[in-house]
């Protein structure tokens, strides 16, 4: 632990006072070394729950105000080329990096970055009460949500979810199944595979004997599954995957096995 200087906002930045910061795999990535261009030393986190504490000159007073309840965008964009305007801010023309990787992050006090990271939360929200739960929506809700949307997951589609027991994959298996879908979780651990039971699952495949293929398609009569989400996404998770999809089928891949 160190003491640094509270940050202020300079011309289209503002300020937040941090309530809690989550953990997930892109921290862990920084932490080792293996962030993408980290300026070290550095304050990690960027799972927020947070209050506008300043705003910088040039921001909108409609976008953002001091009081204001916010969580954080990840990504450092333009918000006005054309990638952004397609809604595809990873491939931002003019792409500044990551907050908490090339700017300082979360993990204190009090938190400096471009107002336009910033995003309020919904009115109704009780953040206040549960600081921790919302600073991880924006990682561990929105990110199975948008799943939803991508592989076009549809009510009584049946969708394998690999890696289901892990911090997101839970969260994929219980918004599948919000989506109506037939929700199957993949994984290799038991007591993992036992929660995903709890919160929704309808079927289970304890993988650990490399036979997942197999299994799904025994689970549906041959026909094999309309949706794989593969949060593992090493070469034989795709590849058994996609060997598992039916007719019209589709494989979204979140994970970060390598090869």
């Not at 949500?145 to 298996?173: F, Q």
């Not at 197999?214 to 090493?234: H, I, M």
């Not at 070469?235 to 994970?255: C, E, M, N, Q, S």
Request: proline share 5%.
């Amino acid at each position: 632990m160190e003491e640094r200087p509270d940050p202020l906002a300079g011309p289209g930045e503002a300020v937040v006072c941090i309530l809690a910061c989550g953990m997930g795999l892109t921290i862990q990535h920084t932490r080792m070394g293996r962030g993408q261009g980290a300026k070290f030393p550095l304050i990690i986190g960027h799972e927020i729950a947070a209050e506008i504490v300043e705003v910088g000159s040039g921001v909108d007073p409609e976008a953002l105000r001091v009081g204001d309840a916010v969580t954080c965008y990840f990504y450092i964009t333009c918000g006005h080329c054309k990638w952004c305007r397609l809604n595809r801010p990873p491939l931002c023309a003019n792409f500044k990096g990551y907050v908490g990787r090339q700017i300082d992050g979360a993990y204190a006090e009090y938190m400096k970055a471009p107002a336009s990271c910033f995003i309020r939360l919904p009115e109704g929200l009780d953040y206040k009460t549960y600081p921790a739960e919302t600073a991880v929506l924006c990682d561990a809700v929105a990110t199975p949500y948008k799943v939803l949307r991508r592989a076009r997951i549809t009510p009584l589609e049946r969708v394998a979810v690999i890696g289901a027991g892990g911090g997101v994959g839970i969260h994929m298996v219980m918004m599948a199944r919000w989506a109506h879908a037939h929700v199957i979780a993949v994984d290799v651990v038991q007591e993992k595979l036992d929660k995903c039971r709890e919160v929704g699952a309808h079927q289970t495949v304890n993988a650990a004997d490399g036979r997942m293929t197999e299994a799904l398609l025994d689970l549906t009569g041959g026909q094999g599954v309309d949706v794989v989400v593969d949060y593992v996404s090493t070469p034989k998770t795709l590849t058994d995957g996609i060997k598992a999809l039916g007719r019209g089928g589709r494989l979204v891949t979140l994970g970060g096995g390598g090869g």
